[in-house]
């Protein structure tokens, strides 16, 4: 019989025999540039420009991954564009391309964050002849 068990981000694989255990491994699995959690944004409606005032609140210190944003109805006649900001400070923008419904892959810098630090998000740009809609952007937490 081969059992598994989980303890702080290992899994330990034994086999059991009738008279014997054979010694458990231990298999990592989360490595240092995977995805731990994630936090998520979103607005919802017809976008127009702001300044956010939503606050998503970090519980523990970490990194950020990269993150993706993505709308229900695409942006026309120019891109959609936000500012992200750690605790009021810019730390990147994002981009949805004109006509698209998503922008994935989309980096932060600095990447470091203590815990009780916090995001919002500025819309600056929402497309020109039709607003984007129902905004959704999720922040991947890598350590």
């Given at each position: ?36 959690d ?26 950020f ?79």
């Amino acid at each position: 019989m081969t059992t598994l068990s989980t303890l702080r981000n290992t899994i330990a694989v034994a086999t059991i025999t009738e008279n014997s255990i054979d010694s458990a491994a231990a298999i990592p699995l989360i490595t240092a540039n995977q995805d731990r959690d994630n936090k998520s944004y979103n607005y919802d409606g017809t976008l127009a420009v702001n300044t956010g005032d939503k606050r998503l609140y970090m519980a523990r210190a970490g990194t950020f991954g990269t993150f993706d944003m993505y709308v229900k109805t695409a942006p026309a006649g120019a891109a959609l564009n936000v500012q992200i900001n750690k605790n009021g400070s810019s730390i990147g923008t994002g981009t949805i391309a004109d006509g698209a419904t998503s922008g994935t892959g989309q980096a932060l810098s600095p990447t470091s964050f203590s815990a009780g630090d916090y995001l919002t998000v500025d819309i600056t740009q929402i497309g020109s002849s039709t607003a984007g809609e129902d905004l959704y952007i999720n922040f991947r937490i890598a350590g």
